[in-house]
């Protein structure tokens, strides 16, 4: 493996165990699908067969052949805490933290295409209308994104991520 991912193709499947972890993928840009069932066995199906990063916080799935082999990449996550969650896969999978934020729909893991002002009128709150200039929309689930304060909330955290990213010291 490079000494950092540095590309989109990267993709995850996530164990409800750390669901919040999937948004938090998605608004880095990353496909993240967020594995809704109990079966284990279709769990990690889904990885081998879409060639996906399992995350898990189950350690009977670690204990698989499929993943003591190799066949399919795993990152155990022994913590309940969404933010160490995310620290750990950025450090063990070295991704390089030059995110593409919010290019893909936090709801549905499909990607964002812009939208100008004009094609979101009637389609968004009027206070939005008139303060936002910049929309993103997901194709899939036709949910409409801008950048409101939760956009710059959420910005925040993923650039405190990033600076941890370039100094690794600071995140531990």
């Not at 490079?2 to 989109?8: A, G, H, L, M, W």
């Not at 499947?13 to 079966?39: C, I, P, Q, S, T």
């Not at 003591?68 to 969650?85: C, H, I």
């Not at 896969?89 to 004009?118: A, G, Q, Y």
């Amino acid at each position: 493996m490079p000494d950092t991912v540095q590309s989109r193709e990267l993709k995850f499947v996530v164990d409800h165990n750390v669901g919040k972890l999937a948004k938090w993928l998605r608004m880095m840009g990353y496909n993240a699908v967020l594995f809704k069932e109990e079966d284990d066995g279709n769990l990690v199906r889904t990885a081998l067969a879409q060639d996906r990063v399992l995350l898990t916080k189950d350690s009977q799935l670690m204990r698989r052949r499929v993943v003591t082999s190799g066949r399919v990449k795993a990152v155990f996550l022994d913590t309940d805490d969404p933010d160490e969650q995310l620290r750990r896969v950025i450090r063990t999978l070295r991704l390089d933290c030059h995110f593409k934020p919010f290019s893909v729909c936090l709801e549905c893991n499909h990607p964002l295409v812009e939208r100008t002002k004009e094609e979101v009128r009637g389609r968004v709150p009027p206070y939005v209308f008139r303060t936002q200039q910049q929309f993103m929309e997901c194709l899939s689930c036709h949910r409409i994104y801008w950048r409101g304060t939760h956009w710059q909330a959420m910005n925040r955290v993923l650039q405190r991520l990033a600076s941890e990213c370039r100094d690794p010291q600071v995140g531990e």
